[in-house]
């Protein structure tokens, strides 16, 4: 299964994080900017290009200490089909470095609508015969709010192609809690009850590891809810929003782990994308600074749950 490969990377670097690659024209440096206006002029091509251009000197800097990416569709769509292009080209590129790439994408729809996501997403297309990638990401984030119709397209491709999906459980927001923390007529809250749904569709998708590839978003800015779900849900793999910008610590993320330091990838993104203002550095010097930061960032929840094995 998809996340065998992640946990593998995990273990092999000694480090459960992600770099989000979420990245705002501000936080290019103006000299990329500039290369890239006086090619393309100021427009959605330029910017495109700039994006992408900051994101390979991103990844070059730490593909061979951070396991994963973590793109934000949002942040290329606003740029239109040319910001798709340097999305898709950033994927590509990463996981030519060997990276495992999580597309946060949250879709959610039904039936054939959702089966579209799904190919478009984690698998294949056909052209008039030929099988062609659309995005090629490793996983996906999925909005699991309409049920069962709207996994079910995901755990097929999931299990066809070795592909994973992240489910929205107790998300890091401020305002999750006015309806994920609702109670249900059995008692559950609505965010346990999807950890409950998320342990269920991944009953037929389990990995060698223990975990299924139908992981789970829960945030590291709620760590009692977070503990409880790691509890609550033994074979679901989270992606830990929150750590950083957000304001939770290592601390608060340590109980997203197993007794192995497994189970859990934990997000930065503004974090590790503007490391350089933290550091006091010049923004020429941003692609250093994220490797930096990524290496304290790893070394900050080592330190809190050890080393990871299995």
Same mark, same amino acid.
């Given at each position: 299964?998809?996340?065998?490969?992640?946990?593998? !990377?995990?273990?092999?670097?000694?480090?459960?994080? +992600?770099?989000?690659?979420?990245?705002?024209? &501000?936080?290019?440096?103006?000299?990329?900017?500039?290369?890239?206006?006086? !090619?393309?002029?100021? *427009?959605?091509?330029?910017?495109?290009?700039?994006?992408?251009?900051?994101?390979?000197?991103?990844?070059?800097?730490?593909?061979?200490?951070?396991?994963?990416?973590?793109?934000?569709?949002?942040?290329?769509?606003?740029?239109?089909?040319? @910001?798709?292009?340097?999305?898709?080209?950033?994927?590509?590129?990463?996981?030519?470095?060997?990276?495992? +790439?999580?597309?946060?994408?949250?879709?959610?729809?039904?039936?054939?609508?959702?089966?579209?996501?799904?190919?478009?997403?984690?698998?294949?297309? &056909?052209?008039?015969?030929?099988?062609?990638?659309?995005?090629?990401?490793?996983?996906?984030?999925?909005?699991?709010?309409?049920?069962? &119709?709207?996994?079910?397209?995901?755990?097929?491709? %999931?299990?066809?192609?070795?592909?994973?999906?992240? +489910? $929205?459980?107790?998300?890091?927001?401020?305002?999750?809690?006015? $309806?994920?923390?609702?109670? $249900?007529?059995? @008692?559950?809250?609505?965010?346990?009850?999807?950890?409950?749904? %998320?342990?269920?569709?991944?009953?037929?998708?389990?990995?060698?590891?223990?975990?299924?590839?139908?992981?789970? +978003?829960?945030?590291? *800015?709620?760590?009692?809810?977070?503990?409880?779900?790691?509890?609550?849900?033994?074979?679901?793999?989270?992606?830990?929003?929150?750590?950083?910008?957000?304001?939770?610590?290592?601390?608060?993320?340590?109980?997203?782990?197993? !007794?192995?330091?497994?189970?859990?990838?934990?997000?930065?993104?503004?974090?590790?994308? %503007?490391?350089?203002?933290?550091?006091?550095? *010049?923004?020429? &010097?941003?692609?250093?600074?994220?490797?930096?930061?990524?290496?304290?960032?790893?070394?900050?929840?080592?330190?809190?749950?050890?080393?990871?094995?299995?």
């Amino acid at each position: 299964m998809a996340f065998d490969k992640l946990i593998e !990377k995990i273990i092999e670097t000694q480090n459960p994080t +992600v770099a989000g690659l979420d990245p705002k024209l &501000d936080y290019v440096p103006a000299s990329i900017k500039n290369a890239c206006f006086e !090619k393309y002029g100021k *427009t959605l091509e330029g910017a495109a290009a700039a994006l992408l251009e900051f994101n390979k000197r991103i990844i070059d800097n730490i593909c061979d200490i951070v396991p994963a990416v973590k793109p934000q569709a949002a942040y290329y769509e606003m740029y239109g089909w040319q @910001g798709v292009k340097a999305l898709t080209e950033t994927i590509a590129y990463a996981k030519a470095k060997g990276m495992f +790439v999580i597309t946060d994408g949250k879709r959610n729809d039904i039936g054939t609508t959702m089966e579209a996501y799904a190919t478009a997403h984690l698998g294949a297309t &056909d052209v008039a015969g030929e099988s062609v990638e659309a995005f090629g990401a490793d996983a996906l984030t999925v909005n699991g709010y309409l049920g069962t &119709d709207g996994i079910k397209p995901l755990a097929g491709i %999931c299990k066809e192609r070795d592909k994973g999906i992240f +489910v $929205l459980v107790k998300t890091s927001n401020p305002s999750s809690g006015e $309806l994920q923390d609702m109670k $249900l007529e059995n @008692g559950a809250t609505v965010y346990e009850q999807m950890g409950r749904m %998320c342990e269920s569709w991944g009953e037929e998708l389990m990995g060698k590891y223990g975990y299924s590839a139908v992981g789970a +978003v829960v945030g590291a *800015t709620y760590p009692g809810q977070l503990a409880e779900m790691r509890e609550k849900a033994p074979h679901t793999f989270f992606l830990v929003p929150g750590y950083g910008a957000q304001g939770g610590g290592a601390e608060d993320a340590k109980n997203a782990f197993d !007794k192995n330091g497994l189970g859990a990838i934990i997000n930065s993104s503004r974090g590790i994308m %503007c490391a350089w203002k933290k550091q006091g550095l *010049t923004e020429e &010097d941003f692609a250093e600074a994220a490797r930096a930061e990524a290496l304290r960032m790893k070394q900050d929840i080592l330190n809190t749950i050890g080393e990871i094995k299995y």
